[in-house]
């Protein structure tokens, strides 16, 4: 039985072997507890005696932030998170706790990069500064208050992001926006003796650049700051958990996992390497609703990483990951 007061010490020894059975019973808990996400189920007669595995599991679909408000129970709003809005009308996240999605971005990060602790976080993300009630942002600005090394956000201060890069040697960490991080590039770059720098993507023209394919993006970045490696981050304002990768593939934690549903048949699931759309499924939402159908184009690789193609046609431009 899933009891959320203590679901955040639960959340992060969920494993490959745990985590059908924590599914299933956050389907139970959400199924009760949401009104929204129970009446979906029952206009597709799915019950929860009828899931027994993880392709039982009806997966909302992501449409339903932007004229619903997803809750499993009933609780205050803490914050809203939306989504960037490049184009249409924008999702909103409705969080009951957003320190639980701290602790689980912190959890994420340190899985993959090591501690926290250890970097100066600069961020290069002026288009969701200047929209606001960012989920991408709430995550940076915690990051930097839980290092000691002075980090910050920049908008078009060069000539102060070149200063911060260049002026010690601890390891650095920078988020920034695509068309923004080629930008600095051209007007402060070239740079080099770098070694220290760690550059996450974000993606996203925003209709400020030309639209390029991931690997030009990485190549230019590459180049630029003279550094053998780029990742990229894949995480949307619906969801807790964010899945990072170098070369294109990308991993979510082990409480986070993708699946790939047929594009002609949303019930049913295609083999490793075949592209359909993705599904998400992230034990961190226990809160709004973990199993999401997202308006992406996917295809799952190897050792559980998967890549992400593209958007299903007529569905929105969104501000992330738009360069495949």
Not at 193 to 198: G, S, T
Request: hydrophobic share 35%.
């Amino acid at each position: 039985m899933i009891d959320p007061k203590r679901f955040k010490s639960d959340l992060i020894s969920i494993n490959e072997e745990t985590f059908e059975k924590f599914a299933i019973e956050i389907f139970n808990f959400q199924w009760n507890q949401n009104q929204i996400y129970r009446e979906y189920c029952n206009l597709l007669n799915i019950h929860p005696k009828d899931v027994t595995g993880l392709k039982n599991i009806p997966f909302l679909p992501i449409s339903f932030f932007k004229t619903q408000e997803i809750k499993s129970g009933t609780w205050p709003t803490e914050k809203i998170f939306k989504s960037s809005g490049t184009t249409g009308e924008r999702s909103t996240h409705h969080v009951k706790d957003e320190s639980l999605y701290h602790f689980n971005a912190e959890a994420i990060f340190n899985q993959l990069f090591d501690h926290l602790e250890k970097f100066k976080i600069l961020a290069l993300l002026p288009s969701y500064i200047q929209q606001g009630n960012s989920s991408l942002i709430s995550m940076v600005d915690y990051f930097m208050g839980r290092t000691p090394h002075a980090g910050g956000f920049y908008l078009d201060n060069y000539k102060e992001l070149k200063q911060a890069l260049v002026t010690d040697n601890s390891p650095k960490i920078l988020f920034g926006v695509s068309y923004a991080i080629l930008d600095f590039i051209e007007k402060a770059g070239p740079f080099s003796n770098l070694d220290d720098l760690i550059v996450i993507e974000t993606g996203g023209m925003k209709g400020r650049r030309e639209e390029i394919t991931r690997q030009e993006l990485h190549d230019r970045i590459k180049a630029g700051f003279d550094i053998t490696s780029v990742y990229s981050e894949y995480g949307m304002t619906e969801l807790f958990s964010q899945a990072y990768g170098k070369n294109g593939f990308f991993s979510f934690p082990g409480w986070a996992r993708v699946m790939i549903r047929d594009i002609n048949d949303p019930f049913s699931y295609v083999e490793k390497g075949q592209t359909g759309g993705i599904n998400v499924i992230d034990l961190a939402n226990i809160h709004t609703i973990s199993f999401v159908e997202t308006e992406d184009l996917g295809r799952i690789v190897q050792n559980g990483q998967f890549e992400v193609m593209g958007r299903l046609d007529n569905s929105d431009v969104r501000g992330c990951n738009l360069l495949f």
